[in-house]
T-cell receptor, first 113, second 115 residues
Framework: AQSVTQLDSQVPVFEEAPVELRCNYSSSVSVYLFWYVQYPNQGLQLLLKYLSGSTLVESINGFEAEFNKSQTSFHLRKPSVHISDTAEYFCAVSDQGFQKLVFGTGTRLLVSP | NAGVMQNPRHLVRRRGQEARLRCSPMKGHSHVYWYRQLPEEGLKFMVYLQKENIIDESGMPKERFSAEFPKEGPSILRIQQVVRGDSAAYFC?????????????FGSGTQLSVL
């Protein structure tokens, strides 16, 4: 069965600093990878996804993630964070279709001035 | 266009009582999914429903848990005779019928606390 590891439960960072949130998954022949974000008191929202093609995927608000098959990783990065990026970030993987996403335990990103 | 609505946000039950969690999908969405997040764990798939049909319930505990998505009204996740181990956040998600589903729309969740 697939599993996802998010090693960092919390990442504190200052505004305008770069950040990387780590995600590793257990190996599979083919996988689909996702990052979801949960802002306070809201539901999870899709941030970006990798289905196939280019291994570097980007979101509209400056985040990017790179699919690395050899390292079974899908780390999320942003070169300069804002206070408004404070949220919980969940990495998810699927190899059985869309209804059975397997999520990591989440990483809380705390951006301070 | 309202998002996925879950209620209640918080639900407190004593051991042995029943818990009913409700989920109204986004307008036009006919697919509903329930996920559970136990403390210190990631969200885990429970069940996938379409209107009046259970498509995949492989993640549902074998006893005490049931789900439905009737022709009219919200989807209901029902937990009978709750135990402390049922304390968790329960998330509902929906997707439209024509989309592969790589973009699930999640509700804010129901936090169930069993005393």
């Amino acid at each position: 069965a697939q599993s996802v590891t998010q090693l960092d439960s919390q990442v504190p960072v200052f505004e305008e600093a770069p950040v990387e949130l780590r995600c590793n998954y257990s190996s599979s022949v083919s996988v689909y990878l996702f990052w979801y974000v949960q802002y306070p008191n809201q539901g999870l929202q899709l941030l970006l996804k990798y289905l196939s093609g280019s291994t570097l995927v980007e979101s509209i608000n400056g985040f990017e993630a790179e699919f690395n098959k050899s390292q079974t990783s899908f780390h999320l990065r942003k070169p300069s964070v804002h206070i408004s990026d404070t949220a919980e970030y969940f990495c998810a993987v699927s190899d059985q279709g869309f209804q059975k996403l397997v999520f990591g335990t989440g990483t809380r990103l705390l951006v301070s001035p | 266009n309202a998002g996925v609505m879950q209620n209640p946000r918080h639900l407190v039950r004593r051991r042995g009582q029943e818990a009913r969690l409700r989920c109204s999908p986004m307008k036009g969405h006919s697919h509903v999914y329930w996920y559970r997040q136990l403390p210190e764990e990631g969200l885990k798939f429970m069940v996938y429903l379409q209107k009046e049909n259970i498509i995949d319930e492989s993640g549902m505990p074998k006893e005490r848990f049931s789900a439905e998505f009737p022709k009219e009204g919200p989807s209901i996740l029902r937990i009978q005779q709750v135990v402390r181990g049922d304390s968790a956040a329960y998330f509902c998600a929906s997707s439209p019928p024509s989309e592969w589903g790589e973009k699930l729309f999640f509700g804010s969740g129901t936090q169930l606390s069993v005393l």
